[in-house]
């Protein structure tokens, strides 16, 4: 599993609250590597590091190489603690793998070919239902993203899980063929076929001579009884 982008660290012995703030004071997120048959590491990562990585986007589905003091651990983030009011993360988490490790991870879809989708030409618009996907595989597998294809798709067409290629030995966590997308129907369209037909209605109350008792819906009689 060679080629992923390496985070340098410090290992810190010393446990407890005032250690981990101290740290914290001085511009460094705690962590701990955990996993395998190993012992749990703890570290510190420098903080705008650690900032500048999560905000390249895909940080949990990514693989990493992490240097704590030259001792080269490969892991896989799996949680991060943030700040209730900064927003800063607090603490970080690493799963340990190996390249035969199974794991379940999410992610990204991303969507191309809009051009050659003929529903979106006439106006359609692309209801994403899942911007990510929860896969299970090898932690030398995961893909960086899924490719949906919008190509030939119509208004009413869907993308299903099925409709997308995953590795070989990549699953969906989640059994079922399961629908990524839609496309609708352009909602201005609707809502003036809405609007024509409430001035249809009013305008046959008018010829009616305006003392036509008003319809009951289906909620006013049930509210009624």
Do not use: W
């Not at 012992?39 to 240097?67: C, R």
């Not at 919008?150 to 009413?156: A, H, Q, R, Y």
């Not at 989640?174 to 496309?183: E, H, L, S, Y």
């Amino acid at each position: 599993m060679d080629g992923q982008p390496t985070i340098m660290a410090q290992s810190r012995d010393k446990a407890g609250k005032e250690n981990v703030r101290f740290h914290r004071r001085n511009g460094q997120t705690p962590g701990v590597v955990y996993g395998g048959a190993k012992q749990p590491v703890h570290l510190n990562i420098e903080g705008k590091i650690l900032k500048t990585e999560i905000q390249k986007g895909g940080f949990f589905s990514k693989l990493y190489s992490v240097d704590i003091d030259g001792n080269i651990e490969t892991v896989l983030p799996r949680e991060i603690q943030y700040h209730p009011v900064t927003d800063q993360p607090l603490h970080v988490d690493f799963l340990r793998v190996t390249e035969n490790t199974k794991i379940s991870v999410n992610v990204a879809v991303q969507f191309e070919d809009e051009p050659d989708s003929p529903g979106i030409k006439r106006g359609g618009v692309l209801n994403v239902v899942r911007r990510s996907v929860e896969l299970s595989c090898k932690a030398s597998s995961i893909p960086e993203y899924l490719i949906a294809s919008l190509s030939g798709l119509e208004i009413g067409d869907s993308i299903r899980i099925s409709n997308i290629d995953l590795p070989d030995g990549t699953k969906p966590i989640i059994k079922r063929d399961f629908i990524i997308a839609t496309v609708a129907a352009p909602t201005v369209v609707q809502e003036e076929e809405t609007t024509s037909e409430s001035e249809g209605g009013t305008e046959s109350e008018a010829e009616a001579g305006g003392d036509t008792e008003k319809p009951t819906t289906e909620a006013e009689k049930n509210k009624e009884e």
